[in-house]
């Protein structure tokens, strides 16, 4: 290498560096060159320096330096054989390099699958900054948008066929419907299936997210159902919305025979909603409201409520504002004011307001409110559960609310006007739900099949009607029954005898599901089932199909709450074959 008129002398680091040549011929060693860069140092004797430059600008050329100056040290078929060996070795680098890069390509897009961002961030300053830190490969950079939907759809379609398997191998599926209304006005349906697998555990798999209009629900389920191939449709759980009413009506004639059951969550919803309109906790819950609103409208009134909360020694924190079609929202907002009585009375004497402060008779009421509401809240959180059996638990829990809510002679007026209120119109409610599909799924379970819930003149009949049931199935799955016992089965089905050796025989399979103890209410049915199918096989095949259904529609309730905020303003443009791609895979990804 050249400058100006001198010659380049080799320097240290094994000539990674070189001296320069004064125009008399001398060597200058006070300055060095880099050969790569030939960027000018000081030198000194130390080298430090001249390490710290080519680690950090040059770590693949220090590599060939070294390699390099073993191979000029040595005879040179060695040298040949060294180069030959390197010149492999960056061939599977960049091999090992172009698999890393497609590996991080792969995750990027289950990333923004599973968590549903928009495809757009790839496009972000920020996460190519994160990547080229993070990645062993300095010169990685994300992929573009069309990449990334590519490989979404790629790996749309391999989970999709993986869920298709799933679905189409069990004998029994229940779906559950919910709508939903996005930002941008539109209405969406959401499918999800239900069933009990082959080792008896629950199995839940989102269908479609698809966007629809209210009246086509019904050709909706139709299309779902024949593209994944559901065979025995057993129930179809939606709110008791009127367009969900009508659309099940619509379905029930096109659709395989199946039985339809309203969401328990949003009958319980409609009653406690109607009962605090008619009682006397109107005005207590108005001046509530109204105190949360100062609050939560304000920071500065939050931060001197959150002040008076750390001289009281409470944690800080804001106050619920109730929404009207929020499950518990209500009991919600009333027990962190109660929580919070005595900063929020601090707050208020110290500030010039003209709000309706609560009285001792109103913070009364509303204790007596939170007794109240406190049964319907864990009915509806146990109802709404995802990982266990629900559909049997329905009635045992009503039967627990009915007696929770019997006036006593200590309750005050307004509480016992709550009381009857509340049962009258739960009781209502309840005439619209399936109560034949729930008995039948609540005697099937082996913590509830003393039917304690019922009255002792209706239990019979349910037993009544599950040996009709479990004919049928026999006949459904090509078992063929004796002629008298059939025929001692059909003068049963009319006859008023209470005697259940009659009916099923002493050694009948019933008499000896009946006969088993119940197991504690901690206890998995569907534990018990997996140990006790061999010896009560009939009865399993029911129980398989009864104890899939779900109670309410909660999981499709929690399917739209992460959709909503995912479909935002900002998002509202997305085409819907996208968004079902996203939340599908969102679902199917999570559950691995």
């Known amino acids: 290498m050249m400058e100006g008129n001198g010659t380049a002398v080799p320097g240290p680091l094994n000539g990674a560096f070189s001296f320069r040549t004064n125009p008399d011929g001398t060597v200058n060693k006070s300055t060095v060159l880099c050969v790569f860069c030939n960027k000018e140092f000081s030198f000194h004797r130390s080298t430090s320096s001249l390490k710290y430059h080519l680690n950090a600008k040059h770590f693949i050329v220090k590599q060939e330096v070294q390699d390099y100056t073993a191979h000029y040290a040595t005879a040179n078929s060695q040298a040949r054989l060294e180069l030959s060996q390197n010149t492999l070795d960056q061939t599977s680098t960049r091999r090992r390099s172009r698999y890393t890069s497609d590996q991080l390509t792969n995750c990027i897009a289950k990333w923004i699958a599973m968590d549903c961002r ?40 391999t989970e999709k066929t993986t869920q298709l398997v799933v679905v189409a191998g069990a004998e029994y599926t229940a779906l559950i419907g919910d709508q939903w ?31 629809t209009v209210v009246d ?39 659709l395989p025979r199946y039985e339809h059951l309203p969401c328990t969550a949003h009958m319980l919803h409609r009653s406690i909603t109607a009962c605090l309109a008619d009682s006397g906790f109107s005005d207590p819950l108005l001046k509530c409201r109204r105190i949360v609103h100062h609050f939560k409208h304000s920071p500065a009134n939050t931060e001197e409520l959150q ?44 500030q010039k307001h003209k709000l309706d402060m609560l009285t001792a008779s109103d913070w009364d009421k509303l204790k007596r409110l939170e007794t109240l ?24 829990a009503l039967c627990h609310l009915y007696r929770t809510m019997e006036a006593s002679q200590e309750d005050p007026a307004f509480v016992e006007r709550f009381k009857t209120a509340f049962k009258k119109d739960l009781s209502e409610q309840q ?42 199935e026999s006949s459904r799955t090509n078992l063929k029954q004796e002629e008298p016992a059939k025929k ?26 009946k006969a088993e103890p119940n197991i504690c209410m901690e206890a998995c049915p569907l534990q018990w089932w997996s140990t006790h199918a061999g010896a009560h096989q009939e009865l399993s095949v029911l129980a398989r199909k009864y104890l899939a259904s779900p109670a309410t529609s909660v999981p499709c309730e929690r399917l739209f709450s992460v959709k909503g905020s995912t479909v935002q303003k900002k998002r509202e443009a997305l085409d819907s074959e996208n968004v079902d791609q996203i939340y599908c895979l969102s679902n199917w990804l999570r559950d691995e």
């Open 181 to 211: 209304t996005s930002a941008s006005n539109h209405t969406h349906l959401g499918v999800t299936a239900h069933f009990i697998d082959s080792e008896w555990n629950r199995q839940a798999v989102v269908l479609t997210v698809r966007e």
């Open 118 to 157: 928009p495809v757009s961030v790839v496009e972000d300053r920020g996460l190519a900054e994160v990547l080229q830190v993070a990645s062993t490969k300095a010169d990685y950079r994300p992929p573009s948008r069309s990449t990334i939907v590519s490989k979404i759809q790629q790996l749309y379609d």
């Open 488 to 513: 001692r089965s059909l003068l049963l089905l009319a006859s008023d005898s209470d005697s259940d050796d009659d009916m099923m025989g002493l050694n009948g399979p019933l008499n000896r599901y």
């Open 373 to 396: 509401l406190e049964p319907c809240r864990y009915v509806t959180e146990l109802l709404g559960g995802e990982t266990y059996v629900s559909c049997s638990v329905v009635l045992p």
């Open 216 to 254: 086509a629900c019904t050709d909706v389920f139709l299309s779902v159902a024949e593209e994944w191939g559901v065979q025995h449709i057993t129930t179809v759980c939606t709110d008791g919305s009127l367009n969900m009413h009508d659309s099940m009506d619509a379905a029930s004639k096109r």
């Open 431 to 472: 005439t619209n739900i399936n109560n034949r599909w729930l008995r039948i799924a609540s005697a099937l379970d082996p913590r509830f099949k003393d039917l304690k819930f019922l009255p002792k003149g209706e239990r019979e009949e349910v037993w009544t009607r599950l040996e009709v049931l479990l004919q049928e």
């Open 307 to 350: 002040q008076h909360q750390a001289q009281l020694w409470q944690q800080k924190e804001h106050l619920i504002q109730d929404v009207p079609t929020r499950w518990n929202s209500t009991l919600a907002m009333i027990s962190c004011l109660l929580k919070n009585q005595d900063a929020i009375i601090a707050t208020l004497n110290q």
